[in-house]
């Protein structure tokens, strides 16, 4: 008996040496992050950006334990008219916006408007009756077969509905043509009720597909408020906020500040795209998407940030409670969901509310840098933020160049967090 005693003491000593990961909680005893070599690896790192001609221009600010810890910015924000990047350019944020919309959505679930596995179609019954596309028969018609389950509101804000994007499958192509989900004249309920005309590419909660999900919690979100878009994120989320800078349209006053985008030829190469292809947030529209079209300034999206790591508060602002946060970003993709399109390029990451949550540390050098229990997002011109909640640390990065360009964020997160070290 003593022989078992012994042993059992000797495997429990063995497994308690061990570091546990993070679990996402907050280390007050955590040696400050960005210290002097940081700050240094930064402006080293955002500079070389500009010197090597991968972007015209870029901003970073970071906050860590409820300070700004650094800022800087290089470049231009419009290179050919030679106005400096600074705190207060105003870029847009295009898929940074679907964090937004997510936490508008949660604002309505914490008043109990609905379940996350409540079916979209009691809130929108047009998606009651989707089918799900497996081909094309003989004679070029769509081969559909009913859903297996309904779609949940848990499904579009986890990107798992199945809503059709891709146009390399055949006779897809032509419905999406058809249907112009995103032309800017339509409004949210049109664009919606185009998108549940359309058969889904799987069964819902079976792949990962990156789409329209977020602009149906949009819709979703009038639906339960009876106020349009763009006005609940206004009374809900940016006023008690103070986001004074963050909006669809950006007012003629306020042009001087709006950055130029840019796109990167194959050869490196930057070109100015024309003002001419970039109307949406400089003339109304009447779409107000849930998941692209915000412009916003560093310091703005920052305080969306620093509510995040702060748990859903803000100074005197409440936006959301600790739990729901905590809801958002917890992974909610099973590991039965294998088919993730890109996702796995961001690091070892599932998917919670609108969040990439990250599951497990770097396990090498070319993986992007970050801690257990950080969630995050960025947007197609390559803008980037994270929230840290071990080292209470939120990050934003600012730039405005395509193609997305996933080396920036890597170069950016090793020079927050330094040198990879293996375990």
């Known amino acids: 008996m003593n022989k078992i005693l012994y042993a059992l003491l000797f495997i429990f000593l063995i497994a308690s040496s061990f570091q546990q990961p993070p679990t996402g909680k907050k280390d007050k005893k955590a ?45 231009y924000a419009d290179r050919e008219a030679k106005a400096k990047m600074d705190r207060n350019t105003i870029v847009r944020i295009y898929s940074m916006t679907k964090p937004v919309t997510g936490v508008a959505l949660m604002k309505l679930y914490e008043k109990g ?52 994007t891709t146009t390399d499958l055949p006779g897809i192509r032509d419905v999406l043509q058809k249907a ?9 309920e049109q664009m919606v009720k185009k998108l549940a005309s359309l058969p889904l590419l799987f069964q819902p909660g079976e792949q990962w597909s990156y789409g329209p999900s977020v602009d149906v919690q949009a819709y979703l979100v009038e639906r339960l408020s009876g106020k349009p878009f763009a006005q609940y994120l206004q009374e809900n989320i940016f006023t008690p906020l103070g986001m004074t800078n963050t909006r669809y349209v950006v007012a003629p006053g306020d042009r ?10 194959v050869e490196g190469q930057l070109a100015r795209i024309p003002d001419a292809d970039n109307l949406f947030n400089t003339k109304e529209f009447a779409l107000t998407p849930g998941g692209w079209g915000l412009t916003s300034t560093l310091d703005d999206y920052m305080k969306f940030a620093r509510m995040l790591v702060n748990e ?36 070892q990451v599932g998917f919670g509310i609108d969040f990439a949550v990250r599951l497990h540390p770097p396990a090498t050098k070319e993986e992007n840098n970050g801690v257990v229990g950080e969630f ?39 020079a927050v967090y330094g040198p990879f070290m293996p375990n």
Do not use: C
């Open 31 to 75: 040696p400050a992050i960005i210290n002097s070599s940081a700050k240094a690896r930064v402006d080293a790192t955002l500079k070389s950006f500009v010197d090597s001609g991968k972007i015209a221009g870029v901003s970073a600010l970071i906050f860590e334990k409820n300070k700004e810890v650094y800022h800087n910015a290089f470049g």
């Open 113 to 164: 408007a609905f379940q996350l596995d409540d079916p979209l179609s009691k809130f929108i019954p047009e998606f009651a009756d989707m089918k799900v596309y497996k081909g094309l028969d003989a004679s070029g018609n769509l081969i559909l077969e009913p859903l297996k389950r309904p779609i949940t509101v848990r499904d579009i804000t986890r990107h798992t509905a199945g809503f059709a």
């Open 180 to 188: 112009d989900l995103s032309n800017p004249n339509n409004t949210l």
């Open 256 to 265: 001087k500040r709006f950055a130029a985008t840019y796109r990167k030829s």
């Open 312 to 347: 859903g508060t803000l100074g005197k602002a409440k936006i959301l409670k600790p739990e729901t946060i905590k809801l958002m970003a917890t992974n909610h993709l099973s590991d039965s969901v294998t088919q993730r399109m890109w996702l796995p390029s961001k690091g």
């Open 376 to 414: 995050f997002w960025d947007g197609a011109a390559s803008t980037l933020f994270w929230v840290d909640p071990v080292n209470d640390l939120t990050a934003v990065l600012f730039v405005q160049v395509f193609p997305f360009d996933g080396k920036l964020h890597k170069s950016f997160r090793d």
